[in-house]
Nanobody, 124 residues
Framework: QVQLEDSGGGLVQPGNSLRLSCAVSGNVGGSSWLAWFRQAPGKEREWVASIRWSGTHTFYTDSAKGRFTISRDNARDMVYLQMNSLKPEDTALYYC?????????????????WGQGTQVTVSS
């Protein structure tokens, strides 16, 4: 059983930065994937970034490339999403998710374990 607890959301002005954190508990093997998804009001949940728990691979959606960085700290069992140059369109509820499978995926249905979500609002 894996449990995820995400945090770090808040209200920020456009252009500013925010770091989301995800505390991971349970047995997560090195080949598993941790990801961040987000869901804006009235929209479907969408994939943002993924990292292999071993840290060997990372992937980003096009809108996140160059602005967001996903990382993990295995010693502390944490996954982070550093978000820079935030835009109003980044406003959403952000979720940490885990996939205990060596194959990466950007589909919400491929992830079994989810955090409760943390709200990010980008507004002046």
């Amino acid at each position: 059983q894996v449990q995820l607890e995400d945090s770090g959301g808040g209200l920020v002005q456009p252009g500013n930065s925010l770091r989301l954190s995800c505390a991971v508990s349970g047995n997560v093997g090195g080949s598993s994937w941790l990801a961040w998804f987000r869901q804006a009001p009235g929209k479907e949940r969408e994939w943002v970034a993924s990292i292999r728990w071993s840290g060997t691979h990372t992937f980003y959606t096009d809108s996140a490339k160059g602005r967001f960085t996903i990382s993990r700290d295995n010693a502390r069992d944490m996954v982070y999403l550093q978000m820079n140059s935030l835009k109003p369109e980044d406003t959403a509820l952000y979720y940490c998710a885990a996939r205990l499978n060596p194959l990466s995926s950007t589909s919400t249905s491929a992830y079994v374990y989810w955090g409760q979500g943390t709200q990010v609002t980008v507004s002046s």
